[in-house]
Each structure stands twice: as C-alpha cells, then as structure tokens.
C-alpha cells in the first residue's frame, strides 16, 4: 500500500476542551504520521470556502458559525492509505453511531461538534492541503 497524504482538523470543541494531544496521539497510534501542524483562528470567509461543497445544507451555517468558535489545528498527515485510515479512526459522522475506540466515539460531543475534520477522498486531501498549507510547510 502506498504511502499517502491526508488533511485533519482539530475541531473547535476539541481544542477547547484542551483534546489537541489526545486526538493527535490516537491518529499515531492508527499510523499516521503529523508532517504539518498549525493552531489557527479560521476566519468565516475561509470556512465557507472550506465547507462550500456543503453550503446547499440546512446546517450550513451552524457548521460555519461552529467551525469559527474557536481555534482549530489543521494537520497533514502521512501514512500507507492516508485517507482511508484516518477516517476509520476518526468513526462516523454521528459519534453515537461511530465503533468504540475511534476518535468520534470517545471524544466528541455531538454530530456537529464532533471533533475531527478528514478528507474523504485523495482528490479532496490535496486540495484541502494546497487550502491551508504551503509546500514548505509541510516536512514529510
Ligand atoms: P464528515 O465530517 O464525517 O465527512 P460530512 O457529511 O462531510 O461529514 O459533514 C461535514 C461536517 O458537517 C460534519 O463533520 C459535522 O461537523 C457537520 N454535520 C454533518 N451533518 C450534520 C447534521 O446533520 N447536523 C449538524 N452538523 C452536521
């Protein structure tokens, strides 16, 4: 399987419920590897532009008033099929029903504040990286 590329938020209830190592230590422990890392404040321009495949949704707006409320730490990380790994350990969307031991299930608080943030396909990883993260910044 070949070595691969993902991107990870922290969401704002995880950051502030102080679940940043937490989180981070449960994508290690899946196989994943932080090759970038940075605390930020999204401003609401940069979550609807992240979240803009999403703004025909009811929740729209809630998930971007949601995803400003406080600081994230967006992350690209690196392991064999990156993406597909971190969303197994990340659970489903709903963390009641995501399987024990992911990251929804034992950490996050609702549908909506539900810690983690993965890409969904390679396709998405890449642009969601180039989003946030320049070239340089990255350290594989
Ligand atoms: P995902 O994060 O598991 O890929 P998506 O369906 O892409 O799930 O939704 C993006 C984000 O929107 C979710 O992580 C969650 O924060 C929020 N969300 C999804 N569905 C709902 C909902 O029904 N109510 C409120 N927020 C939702």
């Given at each position: 399987m070949a070595v691969t590329r993902t991107f990870s938020i922290i969401k704002p209830d995880a950051t502030r419920r102080n679940l940043t190592g937490a989180v981070t230590k449960m994508l290690e422990e899946a196989g994943l590897r932080v090759v970038a890392s940075k605390r930020i404040q999204m401003s609401r321009e940069q979550a609807e532009g992240f979240y803009a495949v999403h703004k025909?949704?009811?929740?729209?707006?809630?998930l971007v008033s949601f995803m400003i409320s406080g600081p994230v730490v967006v992350q690209v990380l690196e392991g064999e099929d990156?993406?597909?790994r971190n969303r197994d350990i990340m659970g489903a969307t709903n963390p009641e029903n995501a399987d024990a031991g992911t990251i929804r299930k034992e950490l996050a608080e609702s549908i909506e504040a539900n810690s983690v943030h993965g890409s969904d396909s390679e396709e998405n990883a890449k642009i969601e990286i180039d989003y946030f993260f320049k070239p340089e910044e990255i350290v594989g």
């Amino acid at each position: 399987m070949a070595v691969t590329r993902t991107f990870s938020i922290i969401k704002p209830d995880a950051t502030r419920r102080n679940l940043t190592g937490a989180v981070t230590k449960m994508l290690e422990e899946a196989g994943l590897r932080v090759v970038a890392s940075k605390r930020i404040q999204m401003s609401r321009e940069q979550a609807e532009g992240f979240y803009a495949v999403h703004k025909e949704r009811p929740f729209f707006n809630d998930l971007v008033s949601f995803m400003i409320s406080g600081p994230v730490v967006v992350q690209v990380l690196e392991g064999e099929d990156a993406v597909k790994r971190n969303r197994d350990i990340m659970g489903a969307t709903n963390p009641e029903n995501a399987d024990a031991g992911t990251i929804r299930k034992e950490l996050a608080e609702s549908i909506e504040a539900n810690s983690v943030h993965g890409s969904d396909s390679e396709e998405n990883a890449k642009i969601e990286i180039d989003y946030f993260f320049k070239p340089e910044e990255i350290v594989g």
